[in-house]
């Protein structure tokens, strides 16, 4: 999530220039005023001006579905395998690391994401950093 952050920038000569930046946090914020002003002595934020929402992924996804209910014994089942793969989704890895990263960005935890997923929590622990 972006925000747009309004900055004060002195340069040391009293005449302070106030200018506006669009990043992540507030030190992402600075970092980026000092590096597009490069003789500034400080940078001040002063205040958030707009809070940027991330935009909906390309994706959708994958659906809750519920395995047929067999009549028999789940081991002895008479479901074709065919039927079966109907119900699994499969997403490529690309796919499931947009999913990571916008869950992330909704708020949810790291074991959510993998459990909402069917992920290994390790593997969405490396890949959101």
Known sequence: MEKTYSILIQFGDGN???????????????????????????????GVLEVHKPKPP??????????????????FTDVPHQELSN??????????????????????????IAKQLGMAPTTVRRWIK
């Open 16 to 46: 302070p220039v106030a200018s506006t930046i669009r990043a992540k946090d507030g030190i992402d914020a600075q970092d980026q005023a000092l590096a597009l002003n490069p003789g500034a002595r400080s940078i001040r934020i002063t």
């Open 87 to 112: 119900y699994v989704y499969q997403a490529s890895q690309e796919e499931k690391l947009e999913m990571c990263q916008y869950l992330r960005d909704q708020g949810l935890s790291k074991r959510a």
């Open 58 to 75: 390309k994706f959708k996804l994958p659906p809750q579905v519920k395995l047929p209910t067999p009549e028999v014994h789940p081991l």
